[in-house]
């Protein structure tokens, strides 16, 4: 059983940045493909980012050149900067484990862009 618990959530203004942390316990980090995910009220929950176990990346299209997923094994912590922050990047972003099926999910977190 992997536990995971994401933090740096926050209120910021278009433009600015953000760090999202989610850090795991309970389980062999190194070995799972890590993910982002987000989402708005009133809509489903939607693919960030990715990172495989070997550090390979995929983004989606909204937040490419913008976003950065990276992790540290040796802190069983993957990270999620965010660059240039847009109103529409507010929603609740969740930290998966696995993937979306048969993973582990996060309690999520809350970024609000607003000016």
């Known amino acids: 059983q992997v536990q995971l618990v994401e933090s740096g959530g926050g209120l910021v203004q278009p433009g600015e940045s953000l760090r999202l942390s989610c850090t795991a316990s309970?389980?062999?980090?190194?070995?799972?493909?890590m993910f982002w995910y987000r989402q708005a009220p009133g809509k489903q929950r939607d693919l960030v980012a990715a990172?495989?176990?070997?550090?390979?990346?995929n983004y989606a299209d909204s937040v490419k050149g913008r976003f950065t997923i990276s992790r540290d094994n040796t802190k069983n912590t993957v990270y999620l900067q965010m660059n240039s922050l847009k109103p529409e990047d507010t929603a609740v972003y969740y930290c998966?484990?696995?993937?979306?099926?048969?993973?582990?999910w996060g309690q999520g977190t809350q970024v609000t862009v607003s000016s």
């Open positions: 998966n484990a696995g993937g979306p099926t048969k993973g582990y």
């Open positions: 309970g389980g062999r980090f190194s070995i799972y493909a």
């Open positions: 990172i495989t176990s070997l550090g390979n990346t």
